[in-house]
């Protein structure tokens, strides 16, 4: 199941949209409903009885209809109600936890169409979303808020962690001392708080207009987290590989849990070497340091990196140097000479004072 899918119909479903009005509404008058999120040939197939509507949605004629036996179903878009009072009858051989009637035929449903299905349960007091093989049970937004909250101290802690390793490793950088292990440590750092905002941010979406809040404080904790993470993949392949730095961002987006707590599988996917390698010495390119010089297009940052090949050499190169790459004036020149030093200066002045 595509992650886009579920992050959309969490978002159809937060608090504030009418469909969430609907379903809280059949909630507290302790009656249950099975809602079909899109209309297709495959529900077709499944579906008999029940009589058509084609009316636009509103929350109040979800919860009359809800009153009545059956399925009701909406277009993908949940603008529209379809169908009302339908049986569903999805294939009996599809497996299923599940125990009660209803909720029985959602996560079959579900995974037989790939379409989002909600059961509500009067008796249990819960709104479940079933989406191809995932169940996700929809909390009060007390609850949500109180999680995400936890989740945001703990990506507080984990970012302040990633500014110390990653102004490390700009000071080695500088004195070229970098070694596999000063890298990976920075990769890993930067994974685990890409992974921690993505949780954060599925609550802001289950939270609907009520994470506003919270999507703000996620926005400030993470800024520049997605640049970084793509600038140290191609500080460290070899020159010309910047086709698979995706692939290596993917990869090390596919480790689990316990394998991006070590330091020698976080190497192997960063391409850069193994457990046997943590202290090979290895040179940065300088896309790190150069993206911290203000007004300094990308295009030149190619050329200058393409010319001089490692950070060393740009540190290393005259003002004459500079003007001998294409696109780089005097001006332009002075800024990126000025800039390195100060970099170069700042970094190694936090690592030793």
Do not use: C, W
């Amino acid at each position: 199941m595509a992650a886009a899918d579920l992050r959309g119909t969490l978002a159809s479903v937060a608090p504030g949209t009418p469909l969430r009005e609907g379903l809280e509404r059949i909630l507290r008058g302790r009656t249950g409903a099975l809602v079909v999120i899109g209309h297709d040939r495959v529900i077709d197939s499944i579906s008999t009885g029940g009589f058509a509507l084609d009316v636009p949605f509103t929350a109040t004629g979800l919860r009359e209809l809800a009153k009545m036996d059956g399925a009701i179903i909406l277009d993908s878009s949940a603008s529209r109600i379809v169908r009302a009072a339908v049986h569903l009858m999805p294939d009996p051989s599809i497996p299923t936890t599940e125990s009660g009637t209803r909720h029985r035929t959602a996560e079959r449903v579900a995974r037989q169409t790939g379409i989002p299905v909600i059961s509500v349960s009067a008796s249990m007091h819960m709104i479940a979303l079933y989406l191809d093989d995932v169940r996700h049970v929809l909390e009060e937004p007390t609850a949500v808020v109180s999680r995400a909250n936890q989740a945001l101290q703990t990506l507080e802690r984990y970012r302040t962690r990633l500014d110390e390793v990653s102004d490390a490793l700009s000071a080695l950088e500088v004195e070229d001392l970098v070694t596999v292990r000063d890298v990976t440590a920075v990769a890993q750092r930067l994974e685990m708080v890409r992974r921690i905002s993505d949780e954060i941010d599925t609550y802001v979406l289950e939270l609907g207009s009520d994470g506003r809040l919270l999507s703000l404080q996620l926005n400030e904790l993470v800024a520049g987290v997605d640049a970084e993470r793509g600038l140290v993949v191609r500080d460290y392949l070899p020159a010309g590989s910047d086709d698979r730095v995706e692939q290596v961002l993917d990869s090390l987006a596919d480790l689990d849990s316990e394998q991006v707590l070590d330091l020698g599988t976080v190497a192997s996917a960063l391409q850069i070497g193994d457990a046997n390698s943590l202290d090979s010495s290895v040179s940065p390119h300088g896309y790190r340091l150069l993206a911290r010089i203000p007004r300094l297009p990308g295009s030149v940052v190619d050329r200058l990196i393409a010319h001089f090949g490692t950070l060393q050499r740009l540190l290393g190169a005259s003002l004459d140097d500079l003007q001998a790459v294409e696109g780089v004036g005097d001006l332009r020149a002075r800024g990126v000479r000025d800039g390195l030093s100060r970099l170069a200066e700042s970094s190694i002045l936090e690592r030793y004072v």
